[in-house]
């Protein structure tokens, strides 16, 4: 094989050429083998040596690069976290714990109701805004009325008792009767607009509330102006 490859190479070559390197043959390494009686062929499991024996990868293995702590990596937080920051106090400059997994000052205090008047009532049983949604979809004839009609400020007027009472919002026209007993302010503050316009009332309350959603069920008709006679 090898006076093959050598004939091969030489052949075709002029005296300019360089020197052809000599073949060196090299010697299978160590086998942990004594009597050396492990051939290819044999089962041998063991893995190979890794990295190589004579690796330029195992020469450097003694250079291993130092890994970083985290605090090398990332610098730490800052001590005083902006939750504990108090507004119009600098940064820092308060006497603020140093942990900022501390509670924001706003929430250790349970929230106080702005007035008296918005304080919520105690619904019955059975009136709590799911049981409001049930009746709702339950198909129960919460309008009272067969269709939508015009209705003008007079006859809204009429409708002003606890079992009949119509108001308008923002243009339209519900029955709260069946609504009062499940209504969170109470039965008293939502009659103050039984037989009116309550659109005022009710968006200096709770603008939030979806009140064509709450109510959807109870429409009657629309608010139109008074026919003139
Ligand atoms: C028919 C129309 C109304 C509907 C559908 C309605 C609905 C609601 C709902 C869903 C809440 C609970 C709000 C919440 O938890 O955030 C609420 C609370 C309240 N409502 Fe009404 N409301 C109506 C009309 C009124 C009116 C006209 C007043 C007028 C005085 C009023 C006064 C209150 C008060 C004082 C509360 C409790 C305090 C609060 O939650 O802020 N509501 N209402």
């Not at 004594?34 to 063991?46: H, L, M, V």
């Not at 702005?114 to 799911?130: F, M």
């Not at 709702?136 to 606890?162: C, E, W, Y």
Request: aromatic residues 6%.
């Amino acid at each position: 094989m090898t006076s093959y490859l050598r004939s091969w190479l030489t052949s075709g070559t002029s005296s300019a050429d360089p020197p052809i390197p000599s073949l060196q043959r090299v010697s299978p390494p160590p086998s942990d083998d004594e009597d050396g009686s492990a051939t290819e062929t044999e089962d041998n499991d063991s893995p190979p040596a890794f990295p190589s024996l004579n690796s330029a990868q195992r020469v450097q293995t003694q250079k291993i690069p130092r890994i970083l702590t985290d605090s090398e990596l990332m610098p730490p937080p800052p001590s005083l976290g902006l939750a504990v920051r108090k507004p119009g106090v600098a940064f820092g400059s308060s006497n603020t714990t140093s942990s900022s997994l501390a509670l924001p000052p706003t929430t250790t205090k349970r929230p106080q109701p702005a007035s008296k008047k918005r304080e919520k009532v105690a619904l019955t049983p059975g009136h709590s805004p799911l049981d409001w949604a049930a009746l709702k979809s339950s198909g129960a004839d919460l309008r009272g009325v067969d269709t939508l009609m015009r209705i003008p400020p007079s006859v809204l007027k009429q409708h002003n008792k606890r079992d009949d009472a119509w108001s308008a919002f923002n243009g339209k026209v519900y029955n709260i009767t069946p609504y009062l007993p499940f209504h969170p302010g109470g039965v008293k503050d939502l009659m103050r607009v039984a037989g009116r316009d309550g659109t005022k009332l009710f968006a200096e309350t709770h603008a939030w509330v979806n009140v064509d959603f709450m109510l959807d069920a109870c429409l009657v008709g629309f608010l139109v102006a008074e026919p003139s006679s």
